[in-house]
């Protein structure tokens, strides 16, 4: 086994391992947290199959952009760990994703192994540039980044409306001095009139 191999088996280790950790956390700031380790460990993968630019693309967009937006939501809205809902990751549901995901993990495995032409040993090029992305963007996936735009497009526009305030309740003012008591008449300064 070479170093390469090694450093995946190892990034691919704490992705999983974090991954589960994240799942079954009660504590919500804690499962952003976990799922900003599964991220980088998510990009270090991408780095030891020489996707560099989505290595980066993926600490940049998910592990500082979003991630940061659900760290702030989380404490906006001030969440504590609520009553866990029972069968959640137990019960049939939870065994028969888990024999899914199981036999899908098998196959892979299987099908990396399976000899010459399999696998991450087929990849001799580097596809994870810059060049090779971009021109994959704009050629071959170009209808389903503008329908991936449109739909982000339609989140924003929807969060915005509701997020705006009732038509039918009116909005008050609200003035700076709106929480002070009024202040007494000998604090009041007299004024001149002539």
Known sequence: MDIGMLVFLVFALAAVTAAVAMLVSE???HCVLFLVVTILAIA??????????????????????????????????????GPR????????????AGGLLAVELVLGIGIALGGPGHGAAAVAAPRGTVENVGALLMTRYVFPMELASILLLVGMVGAVAL????????????????????????????????
């Open 85 to 96: 809902l029972p069968g959640v990751l137990g019960g049939r549901a939870g065994f028969v």
């Open 44 to 81: 270090g993968l991408m780095l030891t199959l020489h996707a560099e630019f989505l290595a980066t693309l993926q600490v940049i967009v998910y592990a500082g952009a979003i991630m940061v937006l659900f760290l702030f939501v989380i404490m906006m809205l001030n969440l504590s760990p």
């Open 163 to 194: 997020a705006r305030p009732g038509r039918g309740a009116p909005v008050e003012p609200v003035s700076v001095d709106a929480g002070r008591p009024p202040a007494p008449e000998s604090e009041l300064a007299p004024t001149e009139t002539r």
């Open 27 to 29: 504590n919500p700031v």
